[in-house]
């Protein structure tokens, strides 16, 4: 079965310090992709992060950084440097390419940053 | 207006009306979405339009039904809805169904009374 876990309910970090964010995965399929949206208060959800499974390299972008660890399956988010408006859901999400495009979110992580 | 917008963003219902959510994406995608989202549990995909045509019905029952009029626009008509129905609704659209980063709209704020 595919699955999403963040087992993260709630997480605070101070502004300007480094936060990770567990995500873990489970699939059959040889190729997939894992991407990690913010939904602030506003309710919208905001693509941060992609990373494919055959990809060799960590995705970065700008302050996020995916920590793939592909035979463990986890797709950590590693946000460095903490800013207040990072206060969000952060969301780890799967989608897979075998037959119909599947995709599959977990439950999600409250993050606050403390200033 | 840009990205992905939702109308309403709120809305209240009984269990016998008809409404309709509608979604409109000004991003030149091919490819939209309808999530649920609930409280406490994972966001859910109930259905896939890629260049109009549906590609991806997650079981939803059927007093939930889409819409696809135009890669731009997607609608979703609800009737006889019960209370646990209600939840946030949620627009992406894609390139096309084959790309990774979808974008979101604001999502309407069900509530069946």
């Known amino acids: 079965a595919q699955k999403i876990t963040q087992t993260q309910p709630g997480m605070f970090v101070q502004e300007k310090e480094a936060v990770t964010l567990d995500c873990t995965y489970d699939?059959?399929?040889?190729?997939?992709?894992l991407f990690w949206y913010k939904q602030p208060s506003s309710g919208e959800m905001i693509f941060l992060i992609y990373q494919g499974s055959y990809d060799q390299q960590n995705a970065t972008e700008g302050r996020y950084s995916l920590n793939f660890q592909k035979a463990r399956k986890s797709a950590n988010l590693v946000i460095s440097a903490s800013q207040l408006g990072d206060s969000a859901m952060y969301f780890c999400?799967?989608?897979?390419?075998?037959?119909?495009?599947?995709?599959?979110f977990g439950t999600g992580t409250r993050l606050k940053v403390l200033a | 207006e840009t990205g992905v917008t939702q109308t309403p963003r709120h809305l209240v219902m009984g269990m016998t009306n008809k409404k309709s959510l509608k979604c409109e994406q000004h991003l030149g995608h091919n490819a939209m979405y309808w999530y649920k989202q609930s409280a406490k549990k994972p966001l859910e995909l109930m259905f896939v339009?890629?260049?109009?045509?549906?590609?991806e019905n997650n079981s939803v029952p059927s007093r939930f039904s889409p819409e696809c009029p135009n890669s731009s626009h997607l609608f979703l008509h609800l009737h006889t809805l019960q209370p646990e129905d209600s939840a946030l609704y949620l627009c992406?659209?894609?390139?096309?169904?084959?790309?990774?980063?979808?974008?979101f709209g604001p999502g309407t704020r069900l509530t069946v009374t």
């Open positions: 339009y890629n260049f109009k045509e549906q590609t």
């Open positions: 699939t059959s399929d040889p190729s997939y992709g």
């Open positions: 992406a659209s894609s390139q096309d169904a084959g790309t990774y980063e979808q974008y």
């Open positions: 999400a799967m989608r897979t390419t075998s037959g119909t495009y599947k995709y599959i």
